[in-house]
């Protein structure tokens, strides 16, 4: 059910679907931070859980490094130390 919900969340989710367009979307001044970390958590969601991407499931934190789960962090590309890649790189 959950996979069902993201991927049908995939086809509204503001047609996001190349990085280009995430990225122009991330670039608009009139998002804070948490409204592009929101933009940035759903569209990973969107491809782990309703795509079936596991390889890119996300740390959305850490209780020892503060940089995961920024906008950086998210939008970095390479693996992170688990060895995943970022989707949305």
């Not at 001044?29 to 996300?58: C, M, P």
Request: glycine share 8%.
């Amino acid at each position: 059910m959950v996979r069902a919900r993201w991927f049908e969340r995939g086809a509204t989710a503001g047609k996001l679907t190349t990085n280009a367009q995430l990225d122009s979307a991330l670039k608009e001044k009139k998002k804070s931070e948490k409204q592009k970390v929101e933009l940035l958590k759903t569209q990973i969601n969107i491809r782990v859980h309703g795509y079936g991407w596991a390889r890119f499931d996300t740390a959305w934190s850490s209780s020892t490094d503060k940089t995961v789960g920024t906008v950086a962090d998210l939008t970095r590309g390479g693996p992170d130390a688990s060895g995943k890649t970022n989707v949305c790189s």
